[in-house]
């Protein structure tokens, strides 16, 4: 039986048996509280009776009784005109007679003086007849007690109801009784007539509850059937679907609380899609610094946040690689200079660092309210410098699954949909421990990366002390940073820049990395190289491409583009020469180069953005043959070569982006002190 058809059943039997039920009980308690009523009037009528009897004339025919005295005949008179004046209304007296104190021994204890209607006893033999009854207020009894109050008797077949009155004297003696029989039998079955009404009624209500349950259920079961659908979509995972009936009360309520439910499962798809997408995008980044920003980026994105930063640990140390901050990058002529990339011992009283130390989450309502007996306290130079005001923070510790920390997650200052400041709640905490897990696989990873980038580096720098690690992740980011100016120019898709951007920061730190196969007595010489041993050192070039050959990824073909043409220049000089002079994809054999130059595009973008960032930091460094050149002098002999040596867009870049380039410069040369 179908859910809807055993609702039905059971509500119109419950209506069914509530209403015949509830119609035999009214039906007992109106007939119990009608009889109660009749008998009350049959005392009632009794006591009027009696009230119009003269005493001594009854009392005469106790001592007379004759039906031929002057006091009879005016009794009998008198209750004829009683009997006749009340044959009408709701309870007409069919008999009323006067009964005085037995003489002839009835077991009543009275007999029959006076009778409207002797006819109808077949025992009547006049006054003093014996009367005889058995039922005296339900209850057999062998006499009719000296009674001084009114009261009532039932035949025994339930015929007739009699009251019965005493009159007495004056005195206050009971010289008889008045009784007034009203026909029971008779006006109980009206009753009986308004029962088989009721239950008629009860059926006709019967049908119609039936029809109204059915009408409601039907509404109820349509609502269900569109729970169960909605039900059966949000199993499928359709957590935008909405239940929209014209409910009221307790539907209503449900309804409300299942959008709800599905309004939760849709945003916690919604966060897992966007942490698994973001997982994604992070796991396709190699290059750690472009990552590391990355990170900031989506985790301030995912949250809702006005500013953030993060963190890299080196040994006991957490160096502040990138700082984000939309309202001070909304002011016009902000100083970044105000960002201090200073190392910060993980040992400290640091915020950063004692997340770094015990690996605990802080979520900090106002960092300016941190009590001062607290462990870690909030450093506001930074805002001091900026007039920024940092208020909500939730600093995460990037940690690998054997617990090693990698770095520290620090956001600022979140905002709501109408970019109105409120709090990071429990909501922001649970969905960052998610982001922070796929964060720090990828940061695990590209750490691996970027160690095997550095040993390579490494090498190099063992043969030539002016190619630091340092140099090379300068170098790299300054590469990275003209890059995105160009691609935005050029209207790019972000992923697409994003994908190349990471591929340009590794394979820009490995530029030089071709010095390995140069002697130590060229890398090395302090003063100038001769015609021959300068040949020598343009080799580093074709040698580092030479590294990459096997071409196993898109990195691979950057590497080579880097390492054998960033010393190419715009206007066809430089080396090594064309592209001729690289490898076959067959075979890989070196094929001589034909000594003509690339110039302008033809060289490969990536080398012109590292052959441009490569000389601003060597002229910007101090080397061993040489001191660091001022910024202004540096940034003059850039532009006169631009459209020579130089791409003169990418020169123009330069100089546009060159407040990201100190900033930058900033950074690094923390990590190299």
């Not at 039986?1 to 059943?9: A, D, P, S, Y």
């Not at 009794?75 to 008999?95: H, K, M, V, W, Y």
């Not at 059926?203 to 039907?218: E, Q």
């Not at 096997?550 to 066809?572: E, F, K, M, N, P």
Request: proline share 4%; glycine share 8%; aromatic share 8%.
């Amino acid at each position: 039986m179908r859910l809807r058809t055993q609702i039905k059943f059971a509500s119109v039997a419950i209506a069914v048996v509530s209403t015949v039920g509830s119609t035999f009980f009214g039906y007992w308690a109106i007939k119990k509280i009608f009889i109660q009523g009749l008998e009350e009037n049959a005392k009632l009528l009794a006591s009027t009776v009696a009230a119009s009897v003269d005493p001594q004339l009854l009392e005469s025919i106790r001592i007379q009784p004759d039906e031929k005295t002057p006091q009879y005949a005016k009794l009998e008179t008198l209750i004829q005109e009683l009997t006749a004046s009340n044959q009408n209304g709701d309870f007409p007296i069919r008999f009323v007679y006067l009964l005085i104190p037995t003489n002839t021994g009835s077991n009543s204890g009275w007999d029959f003086a006076v009778d409207s209607d002797p006819r109808t006893i077949p025992q009547w033999k006049g006054p003093g007849t014996p009367y005889n009854i058995t039922q005296i207020d339900g209850k057999s009894t062998q006499s009719i007690p000296q009674t001084t109050s009114a009261f009532f008797i039932r035949d025994e077949w339930g015929q007739w109801l009699s009251g019965f009155a005493p009159i007495r004297t004056k005195e206050g003696t009971v010289v008889g009784l008045a009784g007034a029989d009203i026909p029971y039998l008779n006006i109980v079955g009206y009753l009986d007539v308004v029962f088989w009404f009721a239950i008629g009624f009860s059926g006709v209500m019967a049908l119609i509850s039936y029809l109204a349950i059915n009408i409601t259920i039907n509404k109820m079961m349509e609502w269900l059937t569109d729970v169960r659908a909605f039900i059966h979509d949000i199993g499928l995972g359709q957590f935008s679907k909405r239940l929209n009936m014209p409910v009221k009360g307790e539907f209503a309520v449900v309804q409300g609380e299942l959008n709800g439910m599905a309004s939760k499962l849709e945003r916690q798809k919604e966060e897992l899609s966007a942490i698994a997408e973001i997982s994604g995008e992070l796991n396709s980044i190699q290059d750690i610094d472009i990552l590391m920003e990355s990170i900031l980026q989506k985790a301030r994105k995912l949250i809702g946040c006005d500013a953030g930063s993060v963190y890299l640990q080196e040994r006991d140390f957490l160096s502040l690689r990138y700082v984000q901050n939309d309202t001070i990058d909304k002011k016009k002529n902000h100083k970044r200079s105000a960002i201090k990339f200073a190392q910060i011992p993980v040992t400290g009283g640091s915020i950063a660092g004692y997340v770094a130390k015990t690996g605990e989450i802080l979520n900090i309502s106002d960092a300016y309210a941190i009590a001062p007996n607290s462990p870690y306290h909030f450093n506001h130079s930074f805002d001091d410098a900026s007039g920024y005001r940092t208020k909500a923070m939730l600093t995460v510790p990037l940690r690998t699954s054997s617990g090693k920390n990698i770095g520290v997650l620090q956001l600022i200052n979140p905002i709501d949909n109408q970019d109105q400041p409120r709090l990071f709640g429990e909501g922001d905490k649970k969905m960052i421990v998610s982001f922070e897990s796929a964060a720090t696989v990828a940061l695990e990873r590209a750490a691996l990366t970027r160690s095997l980038v550095n040993r390579m580096i490494k090498m190099a720098e063992l043969r030539d002390p002016s190619e630091t690690g340092v140099h090379c992740d300068r170098v790299s980011a300054y590469a990275v940073i003209l890059y995105e100016e160009w691609a935005k120019r050029r209207g790019l898709d972000e992923k697409k820049i994003q994908r190349e951007r990471d591929v340009l920061g590794i394979a820009a730190r490995l530029h030089d990395v071709g010095k390995v196969a140069i002697p130590d007595a060229i890398l090395k010489k302090p003063g100038r190289l001769s015609a021959e041993e300068y040949s020598d050192m343009k080799k580093h070039t074709t040698e580092g491409a030479k590294l990459f050959r096997d071409r196993d990824s898109v990195l691979d073909q950057a590497a080579i583009d880097v390492t054998r043409h960033h010393h190419q220049r715009w206007d066809g000089g430089g080396y090594p020469g064309d592209r001729d002079g690289e490898f076959t994809s067959e075979t890989n054999e070196t094929i001589p180069s034909t000594g003509v130059g690339l110039k302008g595009e033809a060289i490969p973008l990536f080398a012109r953005l590292v052959a441009v960032a490569d000389v601003f930091d060597a002229l910007s460094s101090k080397r061993m043959y040489k001191e660091a050149w001022p910024e202004d002098r540096v940034l003059a002999e850039m532009k006169i070569n631009a459209g020579k040596q130089f791409d003169p867009e990418l020169i123009e870049i330069l100089f546009e982006k060159i407040e990201q380039i100190r900033a930058s410069s900033e950074r690094y040369k923390t990590v190299e002190a």
